[in-house]
């Protein structure tokens, strides 16, 4: 059974400051990765996706991916209290489960004003 | 904008009523997912549908079957609702096998007593 692992949080920062948000996975074939926001009641809604090792950052958000520690990250720079919701690792499968997305539990961001 | 619509926001149903639930995606998606989502559990995928009236069965199908005679339509069937089955139901659609990102409806909360 493939498995994606977050850190459990709660996770409590003050408006402003870095949250930093990670995930890690077990299967080794995986090539695409995904983070997903959740606010209380509503459906995930994708915020970045990461393909290749290294960062990609858009906006206040960066993902970091090595994918030899299989290893995700998420940063957000500038916390708003906008940001504070359950936020989603997932990671696509390999070979004939390419087409699957393996979620964590979630982290629960709560930003302070 | 991709748009996922699930057709009931809440559901109440009884022990052993058949229950439909409807999920319609308006980009020409080839590719639609049902999961539901529990506290503790996270998400998991019951079924996944990658063409019209084809559909493979995911990590939890037991107790759940699936229709897709349209592209755009994709049901989760309850056949005969338990009370283990009151949860979020979340459907998503993907582009096709190469685009891996998944866009979610808003959900479903079914709740049979």
């Known amino acids: 059974q493939k498995e994606v692992e977050q850190n459990s949080g709660p996770l409590s920062v003050p408006e402003g400051a870095i949250a930093s948000l990670n995930c890690t996975y077990s299967?080794?074939?995986?090539?695409?990765f995904f983070w997903y926001r959740q606010y209380s009641g509503k459906s995930p809604e994708l915020i970045m996706f990461?393909?290749?090792?290294g960062d990609k950052e858009d906006g206040r958000f960066t993902a970091q991916l090595n994918k030899a520690s299989q290893y995700v990250s998420l940063l957000i720079r500038d916390s708003q209290p906008s940001d504070s919701a359950t936020y989603l690792c997932?990671?696509?499968?390999?070979?004939?489960?390419?087409?699957?997305?393996?979620f964590g539990k979630g982290t629960l961001l709560t930003v302070n004003p | 904008d991709v748009k996922v619509t699930q057709s009931s926001r809440y559901l109440v149903k009884r022990t052993g009523e058949k229950v439909f639930l409807e999920c319609v995606q308006d980009?020409?998606?080839?590719?639609m997912f049902w999961y539901r989502q529990d506290p503790g559990l996270g998400l998991r995928l019951i079924y996944f549908?990658?063409?019209?009236?084809?559909?493979e069965k995911g990590d939890i199908p037991e107790g759940y079957s699936v229709s897709r005679e349209k592209k755009e339509r994709f049901s989760l069937i309850l056949e005969s609702a338990s009370t283990n089955q009151t949860s979020m139901y979340l459907c998503?659609?993907?582009?096709?096998?190469?685009?891996?990102?998944?866009?979610f409806g808003a959900g479903t909360r079914l709740s049979v007593l």
């Open positions: 998503a659609s993907r582009l096709d096998r190469r685009g891996n990102i998944q866009y």
């Open positions: 980009m020409d998606h080839e590719n």
């Open positions: 549908s990658y063409d019209v009236k084809m559909k």
């Open positions: 997932a990671v696509g499968g390999s070979g004939g489960s390419n087409y699957k997305l393996t």
């Open positions: 299967d080794r074939g995986s090539q695409s």
């Open positions: 990461i393909y290749s090792n």
